[in-house]
């Protein structure tokens, strides 16, 4: 997943009310046996002037539901972005 996103940071959907900052990708997971719907979500931090992706979550979609702002806002401060 990192190498996807080193060769193509916008692979992923913007997360609306981030103006474009933060993204969500979808991974499948082997061990898990899911596809991407049931596989990983990675949120990480992109602007399209500067070559530097932030991870700031991750998390395995059957466990958790959708990540809430409280949680990408806390993910972003820690993240010093």
């Known amino acids: 997943?990192?190498?996807?996103?080193?060769?193509?940071?916008g692979l992923g959907v913007p997360i609306p009310g981030y103006g474009h900052r933060v993204w969500?990708?979808?991974?499948?997971?082997?061990?898990?046996?899911a596809g991407k719907r049931g596989g990983l979500r990675v949120i990480y931090s992109w602007q399209?002037?500067?070559?530097?992706?932030?991870?700031?979550?991750?998390?395995?979609k059957p466990r958790k539901?959708?990540?809430?702002?409280?949680?990408l806002d806390d993910a972003l401060r820690e993240a010093g972005l």
């Not at 997943?1 to 940071?9: F, I, R």
């Not at 969500?24 to 046996?33: G, Q, V």
């Not at 539901?65 to 949680?71: A, H, I, L, M, S």
């Open 1 to 9: 997943m990192a190498v996807a996103l080193e060769e193509d940071p």
């Open 24 to 33: 969500k990708i979808r991974w499948p997971s082997r061990d898990l046996m």
């Open 48 to 60: 399209r002037s500067e070559p530097v992706v932030y991870l700031l979550l991750a998390y395995v």
């Open 65 to 71: 539901g959708d990540v809430t702002d409280q949680e």
